[in-house]
């Protein structure tokens, strides 16, 4: 039997709607070529969502020559008019809202109110930045010579591949489509295997939105098929990849073939430390929301603490109440749940296996440590908000990105030394200080090694600021005009205006 290209679908909250299914290419939903699928797994309860296309290199092929083909007519359409393009987009996502909130918190396992609504929003927030930024894509007049004039032209790359994770399905992939757009560029993304449904819905509304036919394609489908083909093809023009570090080796490799330009978004184990001088509930809060929020599978999580042992043993008091208290895990329909399953049963066991590896390691358990099994979490991946205390700099533990609900807590004496712990993993993402010192706090965010400091807050993202890390967290920036930088090249064209030669 062939499998259909829509499947009408109704959301635990009641919401109805039509799923695509298919592979969206040259404004389309195609079957795959090589009749592959996959499927999707609720992270609820373990069950299939839907059965969907699923792209492998013949795809990958197809896709490359309709988006070259779109290319051509789309570098030569006006800032503004592809400026009007995405706010018409961000204006059909705002009616959208409903459905695409609904359908993220149920494909992916984050708590629809405290979690999917505000990815919805920024997705939208996302597109009207990269908007008006489209007519200010802007070179530069270079004078030197009175007889010569220099300019630069910042032109798009052409195809640009974006391959993104499941922890924010929608998001990840609005950060890389938004800007390449903007700047002039035609794009192909790959979704998560884990997490394909949430994007092919977004693919119907750029179709409703205008955008010519190849501008856009969205690929279901693995990373060693579709996505090592995008990597390695020798059509696309620039890759952006956001994933773990392994993978993210491997992107790198197969990109220099041809040479691709290449950003890399990558993992990270980010540190929060706490001087004696610091606000500690403000500290705790920030603590809390920095490792909990979205079941902790957040690239920039602070999940290891550092904590001055002066106020080591009141700091886990405080948060391990405010934790019981705060981050109550359920179904992700709940309104008041702030914490859902973690995305599959892979992450959830390999998340399982790191709390064993925890305790085997003599760390100890304040908080959760196990999975939940109460009322109908059982079915699903769900862990508890694990809190280890009393851990030492050399656990692997405090070393390795567990990217689940997992915070390791360990104690510092002084300011040295907390810095050498921060500075101590191959990760360089995120890092959070807190104290009422100014003058320290801007001394550690300069030594400490990380793409993103917060000085009294913890992953405080904003899309007007660039996001990245250094180190094996990644090459090059998204978000801001940072990001856009990365979707252009400098041309610079010589003229001879005098009479040199
Ligand atoms: P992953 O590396 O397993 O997969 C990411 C994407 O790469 C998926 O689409 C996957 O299909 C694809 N892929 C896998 N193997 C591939 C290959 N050989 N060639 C091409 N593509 C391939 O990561 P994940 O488990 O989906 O996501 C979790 C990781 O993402 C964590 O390490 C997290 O820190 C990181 N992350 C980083 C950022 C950031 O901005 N730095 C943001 C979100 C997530």
């Given at each position: 039997?062939?499998?259909?290209?829509?499947?009408?679908?109704?959301?635990?909250?009641?919401?109805?709607?039509?799923?695509?299914?298919?592979?969206?290419?040259?404004?389309?939903?195609?079957?795959?070529?090589?009749?592959?699928?996959?499927?999707?797994?609720?992270?609820?309860?373990?069950?299939?969502?839907?059965?969907?296309?699923?792209?492998?290199?013949?795809?990958?092929?197809?896709?490359?020559?309709?988006?070259?083909?779109?290319?051509?007519?789309?570098?030569?359409?006006?800032?503004?008019?592809?400026?009007?393009?995405?706010?018409?987009?961000?204006?059909?996502?705002?009616?959208?809202?409903?459905?695409?909130?609904?359908?993220?918190?149920?494909?992916?396992?984050?708590?629809?109110?405290?979690?999917?609504?505000?990815?919805?929003?920024?997705?939208?927030?996302?597109?009207?930045?990269?908007?008006g930024w489209a007519d200010k894509v802007q070179g530069r007049v270079i004078q030197n010579d009175p007889k010569k004039l220099a300019y630069t032209i910042h032109e798009p790359y052409g195809v640009c591949g974006h391959i993104i994770p499941w922890n924010y399905p929608l998001l990840m992939g609005v950060w890389c489509l938004a800007p390449a757009l903007a700047a002039?560029?035609?794009?192909?993304?790959?979704?998560s295997e884990f997490t394909p449904l949430s994007l092919l819905y977004l693919a119907k509304l750029f179709e409703k939105a205008g955008f010519p036919p190849g501008t856009i394609a969205i690929l279901s489908g693995y990373g060693k098929d579709a996505g090592s083909a995008l990597a390695g093809h020798m059509k696309v023009d620039k890759i952006s990849f956001t994933g773990?570090?392994?993978?993210?080796?491997?992107?790198?490799?197969?990109?220099?073939?041809?040479?691709?330009?290449?950003?890399?978004?990558?993992?990270?184990?980010?540190?929060?430390?706490?001087?004696?001088?610091?606000?500690?509930?403000?500290?705790?809060?920030?603590?809390?929301?920095?490792?909990?929020?979205?079941?902790?599978?957040?690239?920039?999580?602070?999940?290891?603490?550092?904590?001055?042992?002066?106020?080591?043993?009141?700091?886990?008091?405080?948060?391990?109440?405010?934790?019981?208290?705060?981050?109550?895990?359920?179904?992700?329909?709940?309104?008041?749940?702030?914490?859902?399953?973690?995305?599959?049963?892979?992450?959830?066991?390999?998340?399982?296996?790191?709390?064993?590896?925890?305790?085997?390691?003599?760390?100890?358990?304040?908080?959760?440590?196990?999975?939940?099994?109460?009322?109908?979490?059982?079915?699903?991946?769900?862990?508890?908000?694990?809190?280890?205390?009393?851990?030492?700099?050399?656990?692997?533990?405090?070393?390795?990105?567990?990217?689940?609900?997992?915070?390791?807590?360990?104690?510092?004496?002084?300011?040295?030394?907390?810095?050498?712990?921060?500075?101590?993993?191959?990760?360089?993402?995120?890092?959070?200080?807190?104290?009422?010192?100014?003058?320290?706090?801007?001394?550690?965010?300069?030594?400490?090694?990380?793409?993103?400091?917060?000085?009294?807050?913890?992953?405080?993202?904003?899309?007007?600021?660039?996001?990245?890390?250094?180190?094996?967290?990644?090459?090059?920036?998204?978000?801001?005009?940072?990001?856009?930088?990365?979707?252009?090249?400098?041309?610079?064209?010589?003229?001879?205006?005098?009479?040199?030669?």
């Amino acid at each position: 039997m062939t499998l259909p290209l829509f499947q009408s679908i109704t959301l635990p909250d009641g919401i109805k709607y039509e799923q695509p299914t298919g592979l969206f290419i040259n404004n389309e939903f195609v079957a795959s070529k090589n009749g592959k699928t996959l499927d999707s797994i609720n992270p609820e309860t373990g069950d299939v969502n839907a059965t969907i296309h699923c792209a492998d290199e013949d795809d990958v092929d197809i896709a490359v020559a309709a988006a070259r083909t779109a290319f051509k007519s789309w570098r030569n359409t006006t800032g503004v008019e592809r400026g009007e393009y995405l706010y018409k987009l961000a204006a059909i996502m705002e009616e959208e809202k409903e459905v695409l909130t609904s359908l993220e918190a149920w494909d992916s396992g984050k708590t629809k109110t405290l979690n999917a609504v505000g990815d919805v929003q920024e997705c939208i927030d996302v597109f009207k930045y990269y908007a008006g930024w489209a007519d200010k894509v802007q070179g530069r007049v270079i004078q030197n010579d009175p007889k010569k004039l220099a300019y630069t032209i910042h032109e798009p790359y052409g195809v640009c591949g974006h391959i993104i994770p499941w922890n924010y399905p929608l998001l990840m992939g609005v950060w890389c489509l938004a800007p390449a757009l903007a700047a002039g560029n035609v794009s192909i993304i790959k979704s998560s295997e884990f997490t394909p449904l949430s994007l092919l819905y977004l693919a119907k509304l750029f179709e409703k939105a205008g955008f010519p036919p190849g501008t856009i394609a969205i690929l279901s489908g693995y990373g060693k098929d579709a996505g090592s083909a995008l990597a390695g093809h020798m059509k696309v023009d620039k890759i952006s990849f956001t994933g773990s570090t392994a993978t993210g080796k491997l992107i790198q490799k197969a990109a220099s073939n041809n040479l691709k330009a290449v950003t890399l978004e990558c993992g990270g184990k980010s540190p929060l430390i706490v001087r004696a001088d610091a606000e500690i509930d403000q500290a705790v809060k920030w603590a809390a929301q920095g490792i909990f929020i979205n079941q902790g599978q957040v690239c920039t999580s602070t999940s290891r603490a550092y904590i001055h042992e002066s106020i080591y043993d009141e700091f886990v008091t405080e948060l391990v109440a405010h934790v019981k208290e705060e981050f109550l895990q359920g179904s992700v329909y709940e309104d008041d749940k702030m914490v859902g399953p973690q995305v599959s049963k892979v992450q959830f066991e390999k998340i399982l296996s790191y709390i064993d590896i925890g305790k085997k390691e003599g760390a100890r358990i304040a908080l959760g440590g196990e999975r939940n099994t109460e009322k109908d979490m059982s079915k699903g991946f769900f862990i508890k908000p694990t809190i280890f205390a009393d851990v030492k700099p050399d656990m692997r533990i405090v070393n390795e990105e567990i990217f689940g609900p997992v915070l390791a807590v360990g104690k510092f004496k002084t300011d040295e030394e907390a810095l050498e712990f921060a500075n101590q993993t191959e990760y360089g993402l995120g890092a959070a200080i807190f104290t009422r010192d100014i003058a320290i706090a801007h001394n550690m965010a300069r030594d400490i090694e990380a793409g993103m400091v917060w000085i009294n807050s913890s992953n405080d993202s904003d899309y007007h600021i660039p996001f990245g890390g250094v180190k094996a967290s990644g090459v090059g920036r998204q978000l801001g005009d940072y990001g856009l930088e990365h979707y252009t090249q400098a041309k610079a064209v010589h003229v001879n205006i005098g009479t040199r030669l």
